[in-house]
């Protein structure tokens, strides 16, 4: 296979930015807003007359300093939800050998190669320019892949650099990260409901928890789409630099089967924030059935049972990555143009 520029891949990259700047946009107004009207009206005699607007502007600075710092800190994000070391060539030089030759065949800079110390086999690439990138592969990778079926994981990741999809992830996830940690901050441990303030807190917590979700809410849904659709073209980009689609549809079944057979304990202990990352996500987020009621056990409580069917019905909608059996597909029907 020749290597081809994927436009609807670029279309799907520029579109999800636009929205999450828009919807970024609307967090830090609604913040803004928010804050300073809740001041005006509850200041009297609390707030300095002088600190109302500045309560809403502090607000929007931490947000945009946060936002800015977690995206251009140095260290790629996937490397801060695992335990990762640089590989040198005496420690690992198959790794680091085949990265170089997939990256001069891919005409891209050698991006940085760690190692994560996890039993739970994937990899995953991130970093904001292809000068920047790191690939990440975890102990368990390693172990369960062959040379040619690990040779084509790398050739998977390298894919993302190439389409710069990597660098879009990675800016994309910040604002979700940010979002998602105010949210539970607040849910969790701001105990307001029952303090002494709770006239004058109520507002802004409220507040935040609404903005915040639903700002996570949308913002994970445009970044899970674009992640689908990314993971199927890195799959194409794969096979042009490997030519081995039976080798790619192996690994993946691999890494699958392995994360079904491990322990619950070592798949929770997988970050959930860097699963999009993953050439083949660790889907730790079920959607359980409620406690079923009755004489006979067969009722679901009414407001149990809409929050599950819910969920059943969003679920399918916000997987970070095609199904398996999607990817084979693919790999199988150019296995046969090839």
């Known amino acids: 296979m020749n290597w081809s520029r994927d436009w609807e891949l670029g279309v799907r990259m520029a579109v999800t930015l636009g929205l999450l700047a828009v919807v970024t946009c609307v967090l830090i107004g609604a913040l803004f807003g928010g804050l300073t009207v809740t001041a005006r009206e509850l200041g009297s005699g609390v707030f300095p007359s002088t600190a109302i607007e500045e309560i809403g ?31 040198t060539s005496a420690e690992n ?16 800079p050698v991006p940085s190669v760690v190692v994560a110390d996890t039993p739970v086999p994937n990899s995953y690439t991130s970093g904001l320019s292809p ?10 990778l390693l172990e369960k892949l062959d040379p040619e079926e690990l040779r084509t994981v790398l050739a998977h ?5 190439k389409h710069r999809d990597a660098a879009v992830m990675t800016v994309a996830s910040v604002p979700l990260v940010i979002a998602r940690t105010l949210y539970k901050w607040v849910d969790d441990r701001w105990d307001w409901r029952y303090g002494n303030d709770y006239d004058l807190l109520v507002i802004p917590c409220a507040l935040c928890l609404v903005v915040s979700g639903a700002f996570w809410l949308v913002g994970r849904l445009l970044f899970r789409l674009l992640s689908r659709y990314r993971e199927l073209a890195a799959d194409r980009g794969a096979i042009a630099l490997t030519g081995s689609p039976a080798a790619l549809a192996s690994a993946l079944e691999t890494i699958s089967t392995q994360h079904e057979s491990l322990p619950r304990e070592d798949l929770r202990s997988a970050d959930g924030s860097i699963e999009a990352f993953a050439v083949v996500p660790v889907e730790t987020e079920t959607v ?7 004489p006979n056990g067969d009722q679901f409580r ?24 999607r990817r084979r597909e693919q790999l199988q029907d150019i296995d046969t143009e090839i």
């Open 57 to 87: 502007i502090g607000a929007t600075v931490v947000v945009l300093s946060i936002i800015v710092y977690t995206a251009f800190s140095g260290d790629p994000l996937v490397l801060r939800g695992c335990n990762a070391q640089s590989v």
């Open 93 to 108: 030089s198959a790794v680091q050998q085949t990265v170089e030759r997939l990256s001069q065949q891919a005409a891209l």
């Open 131 to 140: 000068q920047q990138a790191t690939v990440v592969v975890t102990t368990g």
């Open 157 to 161: 990741e390298l894919a993302h650099v």
């Open 288 to 294: 359980d059935k409620p406690l079923q009621l009755g």
């Open 302 to 325: 009414t407001y149990d049972r809409h929050i599950y069917l819910f969920q059943q019905k969003i679920a399918p909608f916000l997987t970070t990555h095609p199904s398996i059996e």
